[in-house]
């Protein structure tokens, strides 16, 4: 099984960005599907972003589209998640999850997960 470590989180402004690493070891990485979740204070946790196993296709929510930009290098065995434009409803803990059979979208689905990395987005 894969073992993920998230980093990268912080604080930021309103506007401002932040990139976001998933580190990947135990297992070849190029053979996961990997995603985005986040789970903010008293919510759900829920899908961000989502990349194919060589990274040709990748998948966003709306509410992220055009500000965030999921990418991964498998020779480096890291997923990113590139964010700009940032706003306060970012805010967050950000975990990557892997699947070795699609593209995780769903929480409940089974796959390795990170322990989440914090982002807060306040002025």
């Known amino acids: 099984q894969v073992q993920l470590e998230e980093s990268g989180g912080g604080l930021v402004l309103p506007g401002g960005s932040l990139r976001l690493s998933c580190q990947a070891s135990g297992r070849t990485f190029s053979s996961y599907a990997m995603g985005w979740f986040r789970q903010a204070p008293g919510k759900e946790r829920e899908f961000v972003a989502g990349i194919t196993w060589s990274g040709s296709s990748t998948f966003y929510i709306d509410s992220v589209k055009g500000r965030f930009t999921i990418s991964r290098d498998n020779a480096k065995n890291t997923l990113y998640l590139q964010m700009n434009r940032l706003k306060p409803e970012d805010t967050a803990v950000y975990y990557c999850?892997?699947?070795?059979?699609?593209?995780?979208?769903?929480?409940?689905?089974?796959?390795?997960w990170g322990q989440g990395t914090q982002v807060t987005v306040s002025s």
């Open positions: 999850k892997a699947d070795p059979r699609r593209v995780p979208t769903l929480p409940g689905e089974p796959g390795s």
